[in-house]
Nanobody
């Protein structure tokens, strides 16, 4: 599976941004896809997960009110809609895939290249 993330950029606090992760090479619909983020000097943290087949989702508790993960099977793309952005959301955002459920950065089998999100105050 190959993943290509895009959609990052500079946004003012309170704004919205949608990240995209184009998926290729998918041979089964049983994979899980997730978004992680890594701020400078910090660990890579779980943001959200979606099961490709069922579309069921799971979020980091602190982000579930503002972020939404979705997938478009026809477009082979996983999205992360981010609303009410805060300066502390500034990070490089990575998409990832795994044969099993994703809860930590140790679990994904594949990673996208990352896309930078900068939220100005």
């Amino acid at each position: 599976v190959q993943l290509q993330a895009s959609g990052g950029g500079l946004v003012q606090a309170g704004g919205s941004l949608r990240l995209s992760c184009l998926v290729s090479g998918l041979t089964t619909s049983d994979n899980f896809f997730g978004w992680f983020r890594q701020a400078p000097g910090k660990e890579r943290d779980f943001v959200a997960q979606i099961a490709w087949r069922a579309g069921t989702t799971r979020y980091r508790d602190s982000l579930k009110a503002r972020f939404r993960i979705s997938r478009d099977s026809a477009e082979s793309t996983v999205y992360l809609q981010m609303n009410s952005l805060k300066p502390e959301d500034t990070a490089v955002y990575y998409c990832a895939s795994s044969a099993g459920a994703i809860t930590t950065a140790a679990e994904p089998d594949n990673w996208g290249q990352g896309t930078l999100v900068t939220v100005s105050s």
